[in-house]
């Protein structure tokens, strides 16, 4: 299991410099976006989760590599728990030249 820590914490929760909290999930999320609108979906056992959309993808450039602090946002329709916003690191492994902005 890969953590995607903060300060070396691996659980729990912490402050960021504006004083709003966040969770420490750790777990890796393959996800499909579109470069151009930053907006896409997570996959979960090879399938789309189309109830829970990921938008507002920033800090990062649309080459394969990896991007820290890139920051998102995403909705849990199906418990209609609201909005979550998120900070972690990005991986992109593949650019679709079929579909030039979406990786």
Known sequence: ????D???QTKGWYT????KQHGLCGYDATITFNG????GYEYDNGEI????PIYNIKNYTQTVGEH???TWNSDDRDN??????????L???NIDDNHPNHS
């Open 1 to 4: 299991m890969v953590y995607d």
């Open 6 to 8: 903060y300060k070396g």
């Open 16 to 19: 960021d410099s504006e004083g």
């Open 36 to 39: 151009s609108t930053g907006k």
């Open 49 to 52: 989760q189309r109830n829970r």
């Open 68 to 70: 820290y602090n890139v």
């Open 80 to 89: 209609h728990s609201g909005t979550y916003s998120h900070i972690g690191r």
């Open 91 to 93: 991986i992109i492994t």
